[in-house]
């Protein structure tokens, strides 16, 4: 996805060009939508997700500039922040089941702008199977279900103090599997 | 203390402090060099993990009701109209989303934290045992790190009352010309209570005579910043504490001891006497 493209259309959104919503929206939508529904887990509510976030695009709250990244980075960090927002809201995560990565079929991305998402995906998915369980499960509840310090240490059942060191651990990890063998840090 | 401000890191990323509880770590984050970039990293997750999602199909007519709701949600309901003034305004109205990207714009030092030091290392070790073992070596080196890990935390808990300083970078200073001056010293970052130190102590060091000084000066690129004046004990050993943390980003590429002709001068005067590689 072409980042040049993405900061046109971002400063046209700012100047509240709806051509340009609609343009992200269809770049995007599926997108957030997958990774909305991953974080809650239901199909409407995953739309509510995607929609906050557009929301909060239009209405410029939080302000995306070229040197904070690539925007696609960008508005997935805003679609998570308001999906376990959202969570929190509906107060459903502590008796959510805890929901292990599983090997799903291939899934044939509809759009071409959705290559990069498959590559990126068994790019990740791969780095993932590498990991301990414990690890997995950590960046699962840490990233995907944003749950507390205190919540995760419970959920492991780890002191609370060691955390922040086993969440540092798994992420290590993850990235040293990522970056084998392109080493691009 | 700072171990336990750090800590609040993972909730302040998920959204959990309160308002109040959020600005006083707002605050911790501007003294905290390991944390802002540590939340950077967390940030730059989205570049990754977000993928590790199935592909999901949108529902039947999410397009329309989700565009429909984004131009309703606008007060100015012609977007045409809208003034620059007013865009302006929107674009300066910081939203409790802006706090959320503190930290993505150094996204870029996503792997050039001390943590990653060692993960760079380790990673080079690994290539070269690769074939052998790549296994082995890696186990290994996990349950090192849990230990080490579970260990580091136990140490935080049980220093609770007396706060636990973080070594950020260690150096040797070593003598510039041995058949000139003797002595040697060390230079030393930390990180305790939200501040970032340097702590310079040296020994062996040549005695001073009249008005002379030690001066330890930090060196940004070719710019030398001083870092405070020392004298020495009858036996040449001295020290210096600096706090780095309230001088605007800088980056630390070499520190060095001068022997000045007085104490506290803006430029060094003297020779150099010792140095960091």
Same mark, same amino acid.
């Given at each position: 996805?072409?980042?040049?493209?993405?900061?046109?259309?971002?400063?046209?959104?700012?100047?509240?060009?709806?051509?340009?919503?609609?343009?992200?929206?269809?770049?995007?939508?599926?997108?957030?939508?997958?990774?909305?529904?991953?974080?809650?887990?239901?199909?409407?509510?995953?739309?509510?997700?995607?929609?906050?976030?557009?929301?909060?695009?239009?209405?410029?709250?939080?302000?995306?500039?070229?040197?904070?990244?690539?925007?696609?980075?960008?508005?997935?960090?805003?679609?998570?922040?308001?999906?376990?927002?959202?969570?929190?809201?509906?107060?459903?995560?502590?008796?959510?089941?805890?929901?292990?990565?599983?090997?799903?079929?291939?899934?044939?991305?509809?759009?071409?702008?959705?290559?990069?998402?498959?590559?990126?995906?068994?790019?990740?998915?791969?780095?993932?199977?590498?990991?301990?369980?414990?690890?997995?499960?950590?960046?699962?509840?840490?990233?995907?279900?944003?749950?507390?310090?205190?919540?995760?240490?419970?959920?492991?059942?780890?002191?609370?103090?060691?955390?922040?060191?086993?969440?540092?651990?798994?992420?290590?990890?993850?990235?040293?599997?990522?970056?084998?063998?392109?080493?691009?840090? | 203390?700072?171990?336990?401000?750090?800590?609040?890191?993972?909730?302040?990323?998920?959204?959990?402090?309160?308002?109040?509880?959020?600005?006083?770590?707002?605050?911790?984050?501007?003294?905290?060099?390991?944390?802002?970039?540590?939340?950077?990293?967390?940030?730059?997750?989205?570049?990754?993990?977000?993928?590790?999602?199935?592909?999901?199909?949108?529902?039947?007519?999410?397009?329309?009701?989700?565009?429909?709701?984004?131009?309703?949600?606008?007060?100015?309901?012609?977007?045409?109209?809208?003034? &620059?003034?007013?865009?302006?305004?929107?674009?300066?109205?910081?939203?409790?989303?802006?706090?959320?990207?503190?930290?993505? @714009?150094?996204?870029?030092?996503?792997?050039?934290?001390?943590?990653?030091?060692?993960?760079?290392?380790?990673?080079?070790?690994?290539?070269?045992?690769?074939?052998?073992?790549?296994?082995?070596?890696?186990?290994?080196?996990?349950?090192?790190?849990?230990?080490?890990?579970?260990?580091?935390?136990?140490?935080?808990?049980?220093?609770?009352?007396?706060?636990?300083?973080?070594?950020?970078? @260690?150096?040797?200073?070593?003598?510039?010309?041995?058949?000139?001056?003797?002595?040697?010293?060390?230079?030393?970052?930390?990180?305790?209570?939200?501040?970032?130190?340097?702590?310079?102590?040296?020994?062996?060091?040549?005695?001073?005579?009249?008005?002379?000084?030690?001066?330890?000066?930090?060196?940004?690129?070719?710019? &030398?910043?001083?870092?405070?004046?020392?004298?020495?004990?009858?036996?040449?050993?001295?020290?210096?504490?600096?706090?780095?943390?309230?001088?605007?980003?800088?980056?630390?590429?070499?520190?060095?001891?001068?022997?000045?002709?007085?104490?506290?001068?803006?430029? &060094?005067?003297?020779?150099?006497?010792?140095?960091? &590689?």
């Amino acid at each position: 996805m072409d980042m040049h493209d993405d900061v046109q259309l971002y400063e046209r959104l700012r100047a509240k060009d709806q051509a340009a919503m609609e343009m992200i929206y269809d770049k995007y939508s599926r997108l957030l939508f997958s990774f909305a529904y991953k974080v809650v887990h239901s199909s409407d509510a995953a739309e509510e997700v995607v929609q906050e976030v557009l929301i909060k695009l239009w209405k410029g709250n939080g302000v995306y500039s070229p040197d904070k990244g690539k925007f696609s980075t960008w508005l997935l960090s805003i679609t998570r922040n308001t999906a376990i927002d959202y969570l929190r809201r509906q107060k459903k995560h502590t008796d959510e089941v805890i929901h292990q990565e599983v090997e799903h079929a291939d899934t044939q991305p509809g759009t071409e702008e959705l290559v990069e998402w498959k590559q990126q995906s068994e790019r990740v998915r791969e780095a993932m199977r590498v990991l301990k369980d414990e690890q997995r499960l950590i960046i699962d509840l840490f990233y995907f279900k944003g749950y507390s310090q205190k919540m995760i240490a419970e959920q492991v059942d780890l002191p609370i103090g060691t955390v922040k060191g086993r969440i540092r651990l798994a992420l290590n990890h993850l990235k040293q599997e990522l970056y084998e063998e392109r080493r691009d840090w | 203390m700072a171990h336990q401000e750090c800590d609040k890191l993972i909730d302040y990323f998920n959204g959990h402090l309160s308002e109040e509880e959020k600005q006083a770590f707002e605050q911790h984050m501007q003294a905290c060099p390991s944390c802002r970039e540590e939340l950077a990293e967390w940030e730059a997750l989205s570049a990754e993990l977000p993928f590790l999602s199935e592909a999901e199909e949108p529902p039947e007519g999410m397009k329309e009701r989700v565009l429909t709701n984004v131009w309703n949600s606008d007060d100015t309901s012609s977007p045409e109209t809208s003034a &620059p003034a007013l865009d302006e305004k929107r674009r300066s109205r910081k939203g409790p989303l802006a706090t959320w990207f503190v930290g993505a @714009a150094a996204a870029a030092l996503l792997f050039s934290l001390a943590g990653n030091g060692y993960l760079l290392m380790e990673n080079q070790q690994l290539a070269e045992d690769r074939e052998q073992l790549a296994g082995e070596a890696e186990q290994l080196a996990f349950e090192r790190d849990v230990i080490e890990a579970d260990y580091e935390a136990l140490l935080e808990q049980e220093d609770e009352e007396g706060g636990v300083a973080d070594v950020l970078l @260690a150096s040797n200073l070593a003598s510039t010309d041995e058949e000139l001056f003797t002595g040697e010293g060390s230079a030393t970052i930390i990180a305790e209570d939200g501040h970032v130190d340097l702590l310079v102590q040296v020994s062996g060091m040549p005695e001073l005579e009249g008005e002379e000084a030690f001066q330890a000066w930090v060196i940004e690129g070719e710019t &030398p910043i001083s870092a405070g004046s020392f004298t020495i004990d009858d036996d040449g050993n001295g020290a210096v504490r600096y706090r780095l943390s309230d001088m605007d980003d800088i980056q630390v590429d070499q520190i060095a001891i001068t022997l000045e002709p007085q104490p506290n001068n803006e430029q &060094p005067q003297g020779q150099m006497v010792l140095a960091s &590689p």
